[in-house]
């Protein structure tokens, strides 16, 4: 999307040029990908960056000249991303999981946009505290959907995770938090990092 002037009021501040589906034929991407990098500063995609046998988008990219900046991130959900650059283009390769989607175009998108914008890096993280124990991933940092509680708002509620492929239950969420990479359950009255989401008034 070509970046415009963004507004400090927690929007991304990017005009969509297109949207398209494409399906998953390597000719048709490459035609797609080809076109994308012809008419837009920024090309963010959603699917097909795995390792499946239809995830052709990292050889498509890596095809057209551009270089691979990262492929895979140690985090949950999300992590297949990739970001390459190329003369005049950046690309942010969202997985394709609907939840994946979701935090990556939060955690890695905006940014990026914010400063392609003219702003800083820095999002709108504020320390909220967690109300029920929550089970985090012994593997990999995680970051959950939640739901602010309380008359503060600065207590939150970690919605039940059923998997990156369950985007109803993010329904209800105020924003991500960020859960430490750790075996044992998160208590109850631990301090978090919380993202508000775009558009859920709890910025």
Known sequence: SNVVSPSPDHTPGAEVVKHIHVADEPRAVEAAARAALSSADVVITAGG????????????WSGLGLTTLLHG????????????????????GLPGNPVSVLACAHL??????????????????????LTEEVK??????AFRAARC????????????????GDLAHTAGAHGLVRLPQQANPVAPGTPLAMLPLIGSGAS
């Open 49 to 60: 960056v795995s390792v499946g046998d239809r995830d052709y988008l990292p050889g498509v």
């Open 73 to 92: 991130v140690s985090i949950q959900p999300g992590r297949p991303l990739l970001a390459a650059k190329g003369e005049g283009a950046l690309v942010i």
């Open 108 to 129: 890695f998108a905006w940014p990026v946009l914010r400063v392609m914008g003219g702003l800083g890096p820095a999002l709108p993280w504020r320390r909220v505290w």
């Open 136 to 141: 985090p991933n012994p593997r990999r940092q």
């Open 149 to 164: 509680v309380g008359e503060t708002g600065d207590q939150v509620r970690v919605l039940a995770w059923r998997g990156s």
